[in-house]
C-alpha cells in the first residue's frame, strides 16, 4: 500500500470524493493520513525573524508606550491610514485572529509582517478569502471521505481477483486476513470493522436492494470470491445446532441474493466460500393441530448449500481442524481429554467428525487431543501436561500468544483461527 501520494495523485483522489466516484482502495489510508505542514523550513525561518521584529514593536506599543507615542509623533502624516483602509484591514486580521481598531500605520506593523513572513502566512489569506485551492479541495475531500467511511457508503476499486467479505461482528478469521492484506477485499458488515476503513454496511434486513446499494459501492464485477463468515469466534470448533453468528437458512438467502444480483447482471457466477459448520441446521417442517407432521422434513445445511448451488465451497473449521488432527496423528489411537463439562459437551461430537472424515487406525500408539469449553481448562492442562504426546486444540488469541512464549514451542498444537486464515488463503490467493 502507497505510504505517500504525491500532489498530483492527491488531487485526483480528492476530485474522485468529490464526484462520487470509486477511489483505488490503496490509496484510502495514505489519503486520509495526509497532512500540510504548518510552515515550511524557509517559512520557519522568516518567522523567526518575524518573530524578533515584532517583539520590538511589541516592546515599543506596550512595554514602552512613551517611545511608541514619540514615534507616531515624528513620523509623517502618511502613516496615518484612512478611515476606510483602516477600517478594510481590521477586516483582514477579524479573518485571521483580532482586529487592531487603530487608524496609524504603527499599530498595524505587527499583524503586517507575521503574516506576511508566514505564522499563517499571505497564501493562508488568500485560502481564507478565496476556498477554492487544491489544498482546500484536499481537505474538504478528506472530511467528506472519513464521514462515507463512518457511515459504510464509501466507494472503493480493488485490483481484480479480491474477496468480498460478507463478516460478523468480531469475525477474528476475517480480521485476520485483513490485517495481513488491508487490499485483500471490502468487509461488508453491519457495523464498521475496527480493523479497517475499507468496508460497506450492509444490514441483511435491508433485503435485496441493500445488497445491491453496497455492491454499487464496489468494483463486485472485477471480484473473485464473495467469502461469508456465519461463525462465531469462541465456537469455530465443534460448535453446537444452534452456536452460529447466522443460521444456515438465512445463509442461503444470502446466497440467494448474491446469485440473482449476478444474473441481474449478466455475470458469470462467481465462486462463493462459506466459512461455517456443514452439519448445522436449519429445519423446516408442517404439522397439524394434533402435532402429527405431513411431508418430508425441509432441512438447510451449509452441506445441503454447497449441493445445491453452482460454485459454493464450505471451508468448515471443524473438518480443517479434524483433518490436520489425523494428519498430526498418523495412524496412531486418538483419545480426547477434557473437563468432565468439556468432555459430555465435546466428546461425542468429536469422534462423530473424525468418523465422518474417515479416521483409521493403524498403530498401537495413542494421541491425546485437548479440548474445552474453554481455553482456559485447556492452559491449565498444557502447563500440567509435559507429554509431547497432548495436542491442545485453542481458539483464543490472549490464551495462544500467553502459552506460546513458553509451552508451545517445542510441540505440538493446532491454533484454529490461524489454521483458517491459512486455508482461506490458500482459497483467495
Known amino acids: 500500500m502507497d505510504d505517500f501520494l504525491s500532489k498530483k495523485k492527491l488531487i485526483q483522489v480528492a476530485e474522485q470524493v468529490q464526484a462520487g466516484n470509486r477511489i483505488e482502495a490503496r490509496f484510502a489510508k495514505p489519503f486520509l493520513a495526509h497532512q500540510f505542514p504548518e510552515t515550511s523550513p524557509v517559512g520557519k525561518a522568516m518567522l523567526r525573524l518575524a518573530g524578533w521584529i515584532s517583539l520590538f514593536f511589541a516592546s515599543v506599543l506596550v512595554i ?5 507615542e514619540w514615534l507616531i509623533a515624528v513620523l509623517p502624516e502618511v502613516f496615518l491610514l484612512p478611515e476606510r483602509l483602516a477600517k478594510a484591514l481590521d477586516y483582514v486580521w477579524g479573518l485571521l485572529g483580532k482586529q487592531v481598531k487603530k487608524q496609524h500605520l504603527m499599530y498595524h506593523l505587527p499583524n503586517i509582517i507575521i503574516y506576511s513572513f508566514g505564522v499563517v502566512g499571505l497564501r493562508q489569506l488568500w485560502r481564507k478569502l478565496n476556498k477554492n485551492n487544491w489544498k482546500d479541495l484536499i481537505e474538504d475531500s478528506q472530511k467528506k471521505l472519513r464521514s462515507q467511511i463512518e457511515n459504510g457508503t464509501a466507494r472503493f476499486s480493488f485490483q481484480p481477483g479480491f474477496s468480498l467479505l460478507f463478516v460478523g461482528d468480531g469475525d477474528q478469521v476475517a480480521k485476520s486476513l485483513v490485517t495481513d492484506d488491508p487490499t485483500i477485499g471490502p468487509s461488508l458488515s453491519s457495523q464498521r470493522p475496527g480493523y479497517s476503513p475499507l468496508w460497506g454496511k450492509y444490514v441483511s434486513a435491508d ?12 468494483n463486485c464485477e472485477d471480484a473473485g470470491e464473495y467469502v461469508l463468515f456465519p461463525v462465531v469466534d469462541d465456537q469455530l470448533f465443534l460448535p453446537g445446532q444452534q452456536e452460529y453468528d447466522i443460521p444456515p437458512h438465512r445463509v442461503e438467502i444470502a446466497v440467494r441474493r448474491i446469485r440473482s444480483f449476478e444474473q441481474e447482471q449478466g455475470w458469470t457466477p462467481k465462486r462463493i466460500v462459506i466459512v461455517g459448520d456443514k452439519v448445522q441446521t436449519s429445519r423446516f417442517v408442517t404439522t397439524s393441530q394434533g402435532g402429527e407432521s405431513f411431508e418430508q422434513s ?5 452441506q445441503t448449500l454447497g449441493q445445491d448451488y453452482e460454485n459454493v465451497i464450505v471451508a468448515d473449521p471443524t473438518d480443517i481442524t479434524i483433518q490436520r488432527i489425523i494428519d498430526i496423528a498418523d495412524g496412531r489411537k486418538i483419545l480426547f481429554r477434557a473437563s468432565q463439562k468439556g468432555a459430555e459437551k465435546y466428546s461425542s461430537r468429536f469422534f462423530e467428525r473424525l468418523a465422518m472424515l474417515g479416521y483409521e487406525q493403524t498403530q498401537d500408539a495413542t494421541l491425546t487431543v485437548g479440548y474445552d469449553i474453554t481455553d482456559l481448562e485447556t492452559e491449565h492442562q498444557i502447563v500440567s501436561r509435559t507429554s ?30 490461524r489454521l483458517v486464515k491459512e486455508t482461506l488463503q490458500e482459497l483467495v490467493k
Open 64 to 68: 514602552f508606550p512613551e517611545v511608541g
Open 207 to 218: 433485503g435485496d436492494a441493500g445488497m445491491e446499494r453496497v455492491l454499487d459501492q464496489i
Open 298 to 302: 425441509d432441512d438447510v445445511s451449509l
Open 388 to 417: 509431547d504426546l497432548y495436542l491442545p486444540v485453542i481458539l483464543s488469541r490472549d490464551v495462544f500468544d500467553l502459552l506460546s512464549k513458553r509451552y508451545l514451542k517445542d510441540r505440538n498444537y493446532i491454533f484454529v483461527p
